[in-house]
C-alpha cells in the first residue's frame, strides 16, 4: 500500500488524541502523508493527532485551521492506520483512546532535543565502589542502550554525581547523540540450534508460511521445555531474512533477562524490549525505531501490538492462553485477538504457542481456521511427569494443616535426594479470610466487595481488589468482642509455616509476585532457585510461567479444587491450564529422575482433574467446547459486557434497569440481554458496579447493535459506562 499523500492546504481529518476525535483541517506547508503525526490547535490549545484521511466535515474551508506542524516522527504505516481503526470498531473503543495508544512514544510533541547520553568507554574504574558496580551493572542488563545521566543514576539506585566520577575515571563518557540511536542488526544467518525432526518439519511449514507471504494464523502446541521458542525464532529468523519486522509477545513475568539471552545467542544482538519496566529513553527510541523500520526484532508485553511498525511480518504470542494478554481497563481488549487482526490487515503470520491453548483458539484449529503444529515430546526426553490424584477424603489432615501425609512423604523423598519440590497454591497472603470467632463476621474492604486477605510479612489485612491495607485487628470490628479474631484457610505464606514446622531442615523460599519488591528482586530469587539454593518452592500461579528449575521433580498442588468451582463458564478452562502447567514444572531432570505431579483433591473423579492426570487433553477440549456450543457460548456465540459503575448505588441501579429496557437495537439482532445484575465484583474503590451481559449469535452484527443501542443514551454525571467485547469472565 503506497500512503496517500494530501496536498499543502487540502482538507484533512486529523483523528486528535482529545475527546472530540476526528477533526478536519488543512494540510500544512509541503503536504503531509496519511498516518503522519501532527500537532494542531484546538481551541487554544496545541494537541496531538494521526493524519487520518481526507477531510468529511461539510465545515466551511474558508474556516478551517491548518495543521500546526508535523511530529519529528515518521507517518504510520497505512496498514497500521487501518488497523487503529478497525481495532476502535471491534473493542467498541472511542477512537482518541486508540490514538493514545498508538502515540505511546513519550515526548513526541517536543523538537528533539540534542542529548547527552552515556555509554561505556574504557577500564574498569581503579576505585571501585558498590555505587559505582551498580551503574555498570544496570549498563550491562542493557546491553546497547543508551541513558541520559539522572536516568542511569535513578535506575540504578544513586546519585549522579556517581555516574559523573565513572566519566571522570574514564570508564563511561558522554556523547552527543543528536537522535536516537538504532538498535543492533540482528544476524539471521547465524546458525541456530540443529533441531530435532518434529522441530524441522514446525519450523519448515511456518518458514513456507513466511515465503509466501500473506496473513495466516498457526497454533504452535507442544508441553512446555518441548522447543517451541527454538521453533518460533527460525520463523523470526526468515522474517528477518525477507527484511521484515517481527514482534514476539509474552507474558509480562515472562519477559526475562534469559529470554533476552536466548535471542542474542540466535541473532548476536538482543532484540527491543517494550513493557512497563523500560525506561522513557527506551521507550522513545524503540517506537520511533518501530516506525522507522530500524528495529528488527521486538519482545514485548500487551501493549507492544500498538506499536507503529512499518512492515510487521511475523506476530508471535507465546503463551497464548494467558490472560494477562487481557486488558480490562480503559481499553478492553485482547491482544491475542488484536494480534489475529492485525497480521490479517497487515498480511503478516502469526504464531499462537500454547501448551494449553485457550478453548477460542482449539476449536479455530479444529475447524481449520487456523493452521496447526504440534511438538510431541519434550526436547531430548520422552515424557511427561507422572501424575496422580491425592484424594483428601482418605488422608488423615488435622486442623490448619494442608499437607497431606502422602505428598509430605514424597516431598521427605525428595530432600534425601537433594532434589527440589514445590507447592503450588494459588493464593497470596497468609490466609483469605480474617473472621471473629465470636460473631462470625468476616473482615471486608471498606472500598469494594471483597474480603480483606492477611498478609503476615507486611503484618497488615490487604485488598487483592484496590490494594487497600489496614491493621490485623485484635478486636472484631462488628461485635467489639476481643481477641477471637483468626485466620482462616491458607494462603502460601501459611504453607511457608507448615513446611517450616514439618521440615525444619529443609531451605523453603516462598515465590509469590507481592514479595517482591522489583522485577529484579524477583529475578535474583528465580535464578537461585535454578542454582539449587533452596529445597521446597512454595508458590503462587507465579511459578506456573517458563521458568526452568533443573532439580525440581515434585509438583504438589495443594488445593487442585479451587479453581473448579464458580460461576465462571472459564473456570474448568482456566483451572486445566494452570495445572497443566505447574504439573508440566515438574521433571525436567535428564537421566533417569523422571519428575511426579501429585494433586490433592476432595474430588478426584471432577473432568477438569481426570483429564489432567490422563494427559488426555484432547477430550478435555473437545467436551468442553462441546458444551459452549451446546450453550450458545464463545467460541460459538459471541458475548459482550457492559460494566457500569457510580458511587451512589441507587443511580448505577436505576440507570442499569433503564439501559436495560431500552435495548431494542440487542433484540433486533438476535442477541439475548442479560441483567442487570450486580457485577462479579460488586463494588470497587467505593464504585458500585453493574453489568449487562449480551449474547448473541456468532454472525450477528453486534457492535453496531452497541454502538446503535448506545449512541441516544445520556449518561448521568460520574457514571462511568465502559463496553467489554468478549469479556473473559462471565
Ligand atoms: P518451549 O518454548 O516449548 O518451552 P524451549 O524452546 O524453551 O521450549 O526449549 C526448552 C529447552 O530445550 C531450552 O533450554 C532450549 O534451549 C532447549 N532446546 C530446545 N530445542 C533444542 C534443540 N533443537 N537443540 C538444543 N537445545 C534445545
Ligand atoms: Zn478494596
Not at 70 to 93: H, I, K, M, N, Q
Not at 435 to 441: E, F, S, V, Y
Request: proline fraction near 8%; charge should be neutral.
Amino acid at each position: 500500500m503506497e500512503p496517500i499523500h494530501f496536498g499543502h492546504g487540502t482538507r484533512i481529518g486529523v483523528l486528535t488524541t482529545e475527546p472530540v476525535g476526528v477533526l478536519d483541517y488543512l494540510a500544512p506547508e509541503g503536504g503531509v502523508l496519511l498516518g503522519q503525526p501532527v500537532l494542531c490547535p484546538l481551541g487554544p490549545r496545541r494537541v496531538m493527532g494521526i493524519v487520518w484521511g481526507p477531510g468529511l466535515g461539510d465545515f466551511d474551508v474558508a474556516k478551517l485551521r491548518p495543521v500546526l506542524r508535523t511530529l519529528d516522527a515518521a507517518p504510520l504505516s497505512p496498514g497500521f492506520v487501518d488497523f487503529l481503526g478497525r481495532a476502535a470498531e471491534y473493542t467498541l473503543t472511542p477512537l482518541p483512546l486508540i490514538a493514545r495508544m498508538a502515540l505511546r512514544a513519550p515526548d513526541l510533541d517536543r523538537p528533539p532535543a540534542a542529548r547527552k547520553v552515556i555509554v561505556p568507554a574504557g577500564d574498569p574504574p581503579v576505585r571501585m565502589t558498590e555505587a559505582r558496580q551498580r551503574v555498570l551493572d544496570v549498563l550491562d542488563e542493557h546491553g546497547g542502550a543508551s541513558f541520559v545521566p539522572s536516568e542511569l543514576a535513578q535506575l540504578a539506585g544513586v546519585g549522579t554525581s556517581v555516574v559523573k566520577g565513572l566519566v571522570t575515571a574514564g570508564t563511561l563518557a558522554e556523547i552527543e547523540a543528536p537522535r536516537d540511536l538504532p538498535y543492533p542488526r540482528l544476524d539471521p544467518a547465524l546458525p541456530g540450534k540443529p533441531l530435532a525432526s518434529d522441530q524441522q518439519a514446525a519450523a519448515d511449514a511456518l518458514r513456507d508460511r513466511l515465503r509466501h507471504g500473506g496473513y495466516g494464523t498457526t497454533l504452535l502446541r507442544g508441553v512446555t521445555g518441548s522447543g517451541k521458542t527454538e521453533v518460533y525464532l527460525e520463523a523470526v529468523a526468515e522474517c528477518l531474512r525477507a527484511g521484515r519486522q517481527a514482534l514476539v509477545l509474552l507474558p509480562e513475568i515472562a519477559l526475562s533477562a534469559e529470554f533476552l539471552d536466548r535471542v542474542e545467542a540466535r541473532f548476536g544482538a538482543r532484540p527491543g524490549e517494550w513493557h512497563s519496566g523500560i525506561t522513557r529513553t527506551e521507550r522513545r527510541r524503540l517506537w520511533h525505531m518501530a516506525a522507522t523500520g530500524e528495529v528488527g526484532m521486538v519482545v514485548g508485553a500487551r501493549s507492544a501490538l500498538f506499536l507503529p511498525f512499518r512492515d510487521i511480518g511475523l506476530i508471535v504470542v507465546d503463551e497464548e492462553h494467558d490472560s494477562s494478554y487481557k486488558q480490562d481497563d480503559t481499553v478492553y481488549y485482547s491482544a491475542r485477538d488484536m494480534a489475529v487482526l492485525r497480521g490479517n490487515i497487515e498480511g503478516a503470520q502469526v504464531v499462537l504457542a500454547s501448551a494449553t491453548p485457550s478453548l477460542e483458539t482449539w476449536v479455530n484449529a479444529a475447524s481449520g481456521k487456523y493452521d496447526r503444529l504440534d511438538l510431541r515430546a519434550r526436547y531430548g526426553e520422552a515424557e511427561l511427569p507422572d501424575m496422580a490424584a491425592i484424594d483428601l477424603r482418605a488422608e488423615e489432615m488435622p486442623g490448619g494443616q494442608w499437607i497431606s501425609p502422602t505428598l509430605a512423604d514424597a516431598v521427605a523423598t525428595r530432600l534425601v535426594k537433594g532434589e527440589q519440590s514445590l507447592l503450588f497454591l494459588n493464593r497470596r497472603g497468609y490466609a483469605p479470610v480474617t473472621l471473629c470467632r465470636a460473631c462470625g463476621q468476616q473482615v471486608g474492604c471498606d472500598d469494594c466487595d471483597a474480603r480483606m486477605v492477611e498478609h503476615r510479612f507486611q503484618n497488615r489485612l490487604v485488598c487483592h481488589q484496590c490494594g487497600a491495607t489496614k491493621p490485623i485487628p485484635t478486636t472484631c470490628p462488628s461485635c467489639g468482642v476481643e481477641g477471637r479474631m483468626a485466620p482462616v484457610g491458607p494462603g502460601v505464606e501459611r504453607l511457608a509455616e507448615e513446611v517450616a514446622a514439618r521440615f525444619p531442615d529443609a531451605r523453603a523460599t516462598v515465590l509469590s509476585s507481592d514479595l517482591y519488591h522489583s522485577a529484579r528482586a524477583l529475578k535474583a530469587t528465580i535464578a537461585e532457585i535454578a542454582e539449587g539454593g533452596t529445597d521446597i518452592i512454595i508458590g503462587t500461579q507465579i511459578v506456573a510461567k517458563g521458568h526452568n528449575f533443573p532439580k525440581l521433580t515434585l509438583v504438589g498442588v495443594i488445593d487442585a479444587d479451587l479453581g473448579l468451582q464458580g460461576a465462571d463458564l472459564r473456570a474448568a478452562e482456566r483451572s486445566f491450564q494452570l495445572m497443566r502447567q505447574v504439573a508440566g514444572r515438574a521433571g525436567r531432570m535428564p537421566g533417569d529422575a523422571s519428575g511426579l505431579a501429585l494433586l490433592q483433591t476432595h474430588q478426584p473423579e471432577h473432568p477438569v482433574i481426570r483429564a489432567i492426570l490422563s494427559g488426555e487433553d484432547e477430550t478435555f477440549w473437545d467436551a468442553e467446547a462441546a458444551g459452549r456450543q451446546a450453550a450458545g457460548m464463545p467460541p460459538f456465540g459471541r458475548l459482550a459486557g457492559i460494566i457500569l459503575s457510580h458511587p451512589d448505588l441507587a443511580v448505577v441501579a436505576d440507570f442499569a434497569r433503564m439501559l436495560a429496557a431500552s435495548a431494542g437495537p440487542i433484540a433486533a439482532v438476535g442477541a439475548d440481554l442479560w441483567g442487570p445484575a450486580p457485577a462479579p465484583i460488586a463494588r470497587i474503590r467505593g464504585r458500585h458496579r453493574f453489568r449487562l451481559l449480551i449474547r448473541a449469535p456468532r454472525q450477528a452484527p453486534i457492535q453496531k447493535a452497541i454502538a446503535d443501542w448506545l449512541a441516544p443514551i445520556k449518561l448521568p454525571t460520574n457514571l462511568r459506562l465502559s463496553v467489554d467485547i468478549d469479556p473473559q469472565s462471565f
